[in-house]
């Protein structure tokens, strides 16, 4: 068993943590809330360190999952930050959906150190943490990822390395863009069969067994239909992935003018006070009297 650090206790990171924990290695975390850090050590054993570089001093692997570039860069190259404590040969996983330029930048910075980064964004919201179902896409040198993956395999159901450093950010900006369309697609379909007066349970039903078929459409469609959207990923957080999807697409030049409308919509969603409701509420903004 390893000597793991995990750094950033949120919805995401705290079952993450908890999965590694659960496989034997020995894991230290932190988190910028101490109490927060604290509750995770009374519920899945371990240590909590005061700083990020405490908690990765002596670790062979060191995970984080906290909010934007700037978090991680806080976290890793700051004063107290976990890279001025890696030791040689560490393996810095990040599991935050940042930009990939952030990932090339840090896979520099931690080979100047000695030691390795790989960028390995999640997908699968916070039940797939919670049930260690998670897909992770890794970018990165393939012997840190070889040497990795039965670690990340802790709290995944599906691990793939996607090639250099950054790759694993611009797959996650794919998975997003992907669901933001066929989000926008389910939400109207079923905004039509409101309006046009159908069964939308014996709809769904029907058309699920088709072309149609999603995983939204199987596990957020009943819900979009009753306007309820307390079930994981944020509006803010989709917007904050949208957001680096198109300013990647500034750069490489792909035209993506379905994922600038929705992020539009999701905006709406915004000042509608949806803020925390999760993607499905874009039929919200449908439906809104």
Not at 2 to 25: C, D, E, N, T, W
Not at 172 to 186: F, P, R, S, T, W
């Amino acid at each position: 068993m390893s000597k793991v650090a995990f750094i950033g206790l949120g919805v995401m990171g705290y079952p993450m943590a908890g999965h590694i924990a659960k496989r034997g290695h020995d894991v230290t975390v932190f988190n910028r809330t101490a109490a927060k850090a604290a509750k995770w050590v009374a519920e899945f054993g371990g240590q909590h360190a005061p700083t990020p570089a405490e908690a990765a001093k002596g670790a062979d692997f060191v995970f984080s999952c906290v909010g934007n570039d700037n978090d991680l860069r806080e976290v890793t190259t700051a004063p107290d930050g976990a890279f001025g404590a890696l030791k040689p040969g560490a393996i810095f996983i990040d599991n935050t959906t940042d930009s990939a330029d952030v990932a090339r930048e840090l896979h520099a910075a931690a080979k100047a150190h000695g030691a390795h980064f790989l960028d390995a964004p999640v997908s699968g919201g916070q039940a797939g943490a919670e049930n260690g179902t998670l897909t992770v896409m890794v970018g990165g040198d393939a012997d840190a990822f070889a040497s990795a993956e039965p670690v990340i395999a802790s709290f995944a159901r599906a691990v793939r390395h996607m090639g250099p450093a950054g790759a694993g950010q611009l797959t996650k900006m794919v998975n997003q863009l992907c669901i933001a369309g066929v989000v926008q697609g389910l939400a109207e379909g079923i905004h039509f069969a409101q309006k046009a007066g159908l069964d939308v349970a014996a709809v769904i039903d029907t058309i699920s067994k088709g072309a149609a078929q999603s995983w939204q459409m199987e596990n957020r469609s009943k819900t979009m239909d009753a306007g309820q959207f307390d079930f994981g990923f944020a509006v803010d957080w989709m917007r904050k992935d949208l957001a680096i999807c198109l300013d990647e697409a500034r750069k490489n030049g792909a035209h993506l003018p379905l994922a600038a409308l929705v992020d539009q919509f999701y905006s709406e969603v915004q000042a509608m006070g949806g803020k925390r409701w999760d993607t499905s509420s874009l039929i919200a903004r449908l439906n809104r009297k």
